[in-house]
């Protein structure tokens, strides 16, 4: 069964300063793993997703790796901002097929203090 | 482009009244669609899939049920909650055969006192 652990819990730092966020998953055979964004009391938003083919992807100042053999993907954002504060979710999909679902870490709650 | 709606945005309802929950997708076509829960000091649990209409997977035992009786359309139901029931409801969707990511709804909360 697989087991999705994102490490810390919670993180604050002052603004400018890099976040590095971690992702580690028990099972190496996924297909893709995807990060997202979540504020308070909102739905989920897509921020990047890594094919398990691929050793990274980047959108802007975010940037995501993925090393698919150790069981490891960290979200890397650059220049931190008041505005990057949220919890910030990965997921991890077994396959294709629609009955692959995405199991989820627990998140890292992020604070950028101005 | 494509969006997903859900509604009520905020629900309060009593211990064994029933539930219906709305979610619909705009700008695709035959998506794959997703109810998930997200209770408090917990991940997200994946609770129904469906690849088209009228077909519904369950992932986990429990009170609730779904049905898609539109293409687009995907409604989660209960006919008598339990307090365990509250949560943040959350509906998604994916493209269907191709498509890999998974986009989220708002999300409803539910609380049941």
């Known amino acids: 069964k697989q087991e999705v652990t994102q490490i810390p819990a919670a993180l604050s730092v002052p603004e400018g300063e890099n976040l590095v966020l971690n992702c580690s998953f028990t099972?190496?055979?996924?297909?893709?793993l995807q990060w997202f964004r979540q504020d308070p009391g909102k739905g989920l938003t897509s921020l990047l997703l890594?094919?398990?083919?691929?050793r990274e992807q980047t959108s802007g100042r975010l940037n995501a790796s993925l090393d698919k053999s150790s069981g490891r993907s960290t979200l890397y954002i650059a220049a931190s901002q008041p505005g990057d504060s949220a919890t910030y979710l990965c997921a991890v999909r077994r396959g294709k097929a629609a009955g692959n679902k995405l199991t989820f870490g627990g998140g890292t709650r992020v604070l950028v203090k101005p | 482009s494509q969006t997903i709606h859900q509604w009520p945005a905020t629900l309060v309802q009593p211990v064994g009244s029933p539930l219906s929950l709305e979610c619909t997708v705009e700008g695709t076509s035959n998506p794959n669609l997703y109810w998930y829960r997200q209770a408090a000091g917990r991940g997200l649990q994946l609770l129904f899939y469906?690849?088209?209409?009228?077909?519904i997977s369950s992932e986990v035992p429990q009170n609730l049920s779904a049905s898609r009786p539109q293409d687009r359309q995907f409604i989660l139901s209960s006919k008598k909650l339990l307090l365990s029931d509250s949560g943040f409801y959350l509906c998604?969707?994916?493209?269907?055969?191709?498509?890999?990511?998974?986009?989220f709804g708002p999300g409803t909360r539910l609380t049941v006192l």
């Open positions: 998604a969707w994916r493209a269907n055969g191709g498509g890999d990511t998974q986009y």
């Open positions: 469906s690849v088209g209409i009228g077909q």
């Open positions: 099972d190496s055979a996924i297909y893709n």
């Open positions: 890594i094919q398990s083919s691929q």
